[in-house]
T-cell receptor, first 113, second 114 residues
Framework: GESVGLHLPTLSVQEGDNSIINCAYS??????FIWYKQESGKGPQFIIDIRSNMDKRQGQRVTVLLNKTVKHLSLQIAATQPGDSAVYFC????????????WGLGTSLAVNP | GAGVSQSPSNKVTEKGKDVELRCDPI?????LYWYRQSLGQGLEFLIY????????KSGLPSDRFSAERTGGSVSTLTIQRTQQEDSAVYLC????????????FGPGTRLLVL
């Protein structure tokens, strides 16, 4: 048979490797960006955020990079673990847009033991 | 205290019936959001409440959808005359509001319309 439906981009990595998840955002007026992690059957969970006046922000094992010139956002996960397996969403907030986040489609990260 | 809670966790209904979905935000959070997530998709904004201001309903897909927030806390999303295309996970999120954008999500309600 033939499958129908949208398939999320998938990134498959080996446990212990670093992961890089990319996101292109749409609006040059966006001033705030967030990465969320969504595990199966759960709501999205906040990972890290960054404002447009910054290029880089680091958290625990995660780093977010923002390139405003090409409207590109990336999430780097160091030493990826099986528990990192999830769908990762980037979201942008357009300045003055009443704090409604605009969400990307998501990237599925699969960590192989 | 506890995070955002939603009920029911799962709901199966027949086409044409009305359903009510409940969201209890984090205590003290003035902003509350409803989203819809279809299988394998991103989040679709539905409605946003901020304090006592008029809600932003710009994301509601049709007049069959409505939401209330009583007392600035609990919110109910109502879908009237449900259709099969309403089947999705309905997610609620809350934030401190007043410029604090980080949203904290509940586990969602999985709605299946037969």
């Amino acid at each position: 048979g033939e499958s129908v439906g949208l398939h999320l981009p998938t990134l498959s990595v080996q446990e212990g490797d670093n992961s890089i998840i990319n996101c292109a955002y749409s609006n040059s007026a966006s001033d705030y960006f967030i990465w969320y992690k969504q595990e199966s059957g759960k709501g999205p969970q906040f990972i890290i955020d960054i404002r447009s006046n910054m290029d880089k922000r680091q958290g625990q094992r995660v780093t977010v990079l923002l390139n405003k010139t090409v409207k590109h956002l990336s999430l780097q996960i160091a030493a990826t673990q099986p528990g990192d397996s999830a769908v990762y969403f980037c979201a942008e907030n357009i300045k003055g847009n009443n704090r409604k986040l605009i969400w990307g489609l998501g990237t599925s990260l699969a960590v192989n033991p | 205290g506890a995070g955002v809670s939603q009920s029911p966790s799962n709901k199966v209904t027949e086409k044409g019936k009305d359903v009510e979905l409940r969201c209890d935000p984090i205590s003290g959070h003035t902003a509350l959001y409803w989203y819809r997530q279809s299988l394998g998709q991103g989040l679709e904004f539905l409605i946003y409440f901020q304090g006592n201001s008029a809600p932003d309903k710009s994301g509601l897909p049709s007049d069959r959808f409505s939401a209330e927030r009583t007392g600035g806390s609990v919110s109910t999303l109502t879908i009237q005359r449900t259709q099969q295309e309403d089947s999705a996970v309905y997610l609620c999120a809350s934030s401190l509001g007043l410029g604090e954008e980080t949203q904290y999500f509940g586990p969602g309600t999985r709605l299946l319309v037969l």
